[in-house]
């Protein structure tokens, strides 16, 4: 199974902006998508933005505008920009690999990377 790994994250004054990176251990250019996803404490695993192997993305309206997902199959990576960075977006940021167009256990998560987002 693919390994995942997130970085990127860290501290942020209200208004600013981070890139979030996720590096695949292989390709995935043949992945169905890749996605972004976050927890904030006490609350449930959210869809953030995805782009799927044809290169469609959804976003979730929280984020519509601000966030841009992006991705390098030279590299096995994608990218999530995110600007206008309000305290709300605080979360254990997810990066999600779907092989196939529904979830199956053959999907892949990294371990998280931390968005703290505070003056």
């Known amino acids: 199974q693919v390994q995942l790994v997130e970085s990127g994250g860290g501290l942020v004054q209200p208004g600013g902006s981070l890139r979030l990176s996720c590096a695949a251990s292989?390709?995935?250019?043949?992945?169905?998508?890749m996605g972004w996803y976050r927890q904030a404490p006490g609350k449930q695993r959210e869809m953030i933005a995805t782009?799927?192997?044809?290169?469609?993305?959804n976003y979730a309206d929280s984020v519509k505008g601000r966030f841009t997902i992006s991705r390098d199959y030279a590299k096995n990576t994608v990218y999530l920009q995110m600007n206008s960075l309000q305290p709300e977006d605080t979360a254990v940021y997810y990066c999600?690999?779907?092989?196939?167009?529904?979830?199956?256990?053959?999907?892949?998560w990294g371990s998280g990377t931390q968005v703290t987002v505070s003056s």
């Open positions: 999600n690999e779907r092989v196939y167009n529904v979830p199956t256990p053959a999907d892949s």
């Open positions: 292989r390709s995935i250019s043949s992945i169905y998508s």
């Open positions: 782009i799927t192997r044809s290169g469609i993305r």
